[in-house]
Each structure stands twice: as C-alpha cells, then as structure tokens.
C-alpha cells in the first residue's frame, strides 16, 4: 500500500490520521480550481483549501459545494471517538457525449461535524484519478504546486564540466543554473556540449508540477550503462522555458566541476 497521501494510499487510515493529529498545515488559496473526470468538468472552486498531509507537499480538499455534473454517494463510514467524522465516497459521471458511466472510489468527504473546522465539509479527490485539474486555465500535473516552493533559472557564463568514470561527457562554457527550494542546484547545458557517443534514448519519462514532463538518456562509458542520467524536457511549464531541450546531469552521481573546481556530489 502506498505511503499516507501518496496517490493510491489507504483513504481510511488517511482520514484517521487527520482526525487524529490533524494536518501538518492549511491554507486557503484565491485561485479557482477546476477538476476534469471523464471529459466532464466536476468541480469548480474558488475557495480550495491547501492541506499538507504530510510536510513535502499539499493536496486540494474542495467544498462538497462545488461538485457538479456528478453524483457522490457514501461507500465507507469513518469514526472516530464514536462520531461518524468522515466517509470513503463513490463519485460518478453519468454516461453523456457517447461516453460510458464512470465510477471511482477514490474520494475522501469530511462530515460537518468534524473537529477540524477548515476540513468541514470538504472532499479530498485523489489527484491522479481525476483526467486533469486546472489552477486557473492552466493544468497541474502530479500534485498542487506548495507556494512555499520556488524556481528561479539564472544563465551563468561559468564554465562547467561533466565527467563519468573519470571521462570528460560534456563541456560547456555557458549553462543555465535552475535553483529550486530543497533541492540541489541542476546545471542545464545544450545538448551539443555533450559527447554525442556516450548517449543512449530510454524510454522513461518523469513529470514534475514545477517544471513538466522529463524525457530520458542513459550513458555508456567504458560499457558501463548508467540509467537515466540525463534529462530534458521538450516543453516545460512557462516559468521554467529557458531550459526547454537543454539537458541536464545527476550531479548525485557525476563530478561536476565548475569554473574549474570539482563540486561536492548532493547526499
């Protein structure tokens, strides 16, 4: 089973835990959410609420207000000290367009009468089993966006260098620097600054809220494979555009030497 909050996760032992120890924290958001299920809008808010059930990053939980072109019906009552606090729910999108019924169970409701004030009367609908949610008119992808975090791009003129097994894979003279709160600095370079020999296409893709969907390539030294090394996106999210089909290294398992100097790998 997957972890508490994660996609998948036990939707009862979920709601337990916050009933139980409430949620690390909350926050109201201006912007207007919209969920697509089934080709159909089903929920449009403009007073979600940002709730972090764990401390990496927040879920929507929206008024049971705003559903629409829906029906929702209890499939699990949750308790807690002898109150029906919280329910496993059933959403369905009637069949319409030439399209089937749909149905998920994948929805959280929290009763009225729950402790939690900023939770009464709130649905949490499981990110990735809806079809697409929107902040404003612009889709999100893999999980809301936690204000907290930010991403700046910054080209940088200092010359950087990346080596594999003590070979020499990619040399540069500029590269553009992405910063992201948390997380390492990534080096972005063109791909013509890497030994085209050494790179091989795989198949995986990643997607990441902040920055959009990740393509792949292993490289090959000394015929050693090292899987996914490297990644690129072909079309990032418009705050992130300049790194579009630039590539970047693992610093985790490269020596990256910048201006010269070897840089210390990321625990």
């Not at 807690?80 to 409701?109: P, Y």
């Amino acid at each position: 089973m997957a972890k508490l909050g994660a996609h998948g996760c036990d939707l009862r032992e979920l709601a337990l835990r916050i009933l139980t120890h409430e949620p690390e924290k909350t926050e109201r958001t201006p912007k207007r959410v919209r969920v697509v299920y089934n080709h159909a809008f089903i929920a449009d808010a403009t007073d979600a609420l940002l709730v972090w059930e764990h401390p990496y990053y927040p879920q929507y939980y929206l008024p049971e207000g705003t559903l629409q072109n829906c029906t929702l019906s209890s499939k699990q009552d949750i308790s807690h000290n002898g109150k029906i606090l919280a329910s496993v729910c059933e959403l369905t999108v009637a069949a319409h367009d030439g399209l089937d019924q749909v149905v998920t169970d994948r929805v959280l409701r929290f009763h009225n009468n729950t402790a939690n004030g900023a939770l009464a009367g709130r649905l949490r609908l499981e990110f990735g089993s809806m079809d697409r949610w929107l902040e404003e008119d612009m889709p999100i992808h893999v999980h809301p966006k936690d204000p907290y975090k930010r991403v700046d791009v910054l080209p940088s003129q200092r010359p950087i260098e990346m080596k594999v097994s003590g070979k020499t894979v990619a040399k540069t003279n500029w590269a553009m620097h992405l910063y992201e709160t948390g997380l390492p600095v990534r080096y972005y370079m063109p791909l013509s600054s890497v030994d085209q020999s050494v790179l091989r296409k795989s198949p995986r893709t990643t997607k990441c809220p902040y920055k959009g969907e990740a393509e792949y390539y292993d490289v090959i030294v000394d015929g050693s494979r090292h899987e996914g090394l490297v990644w690129y996106y072909r079309h990032p999210v418009p705050e992130c555009a300049s790194i579009a089909e630039l590539v970047c290294f693992y610093n985790e398992q490269v020596d990256v030497y910048l201006g010269g100097h070897l840089q210390r790998r990321p625990q």
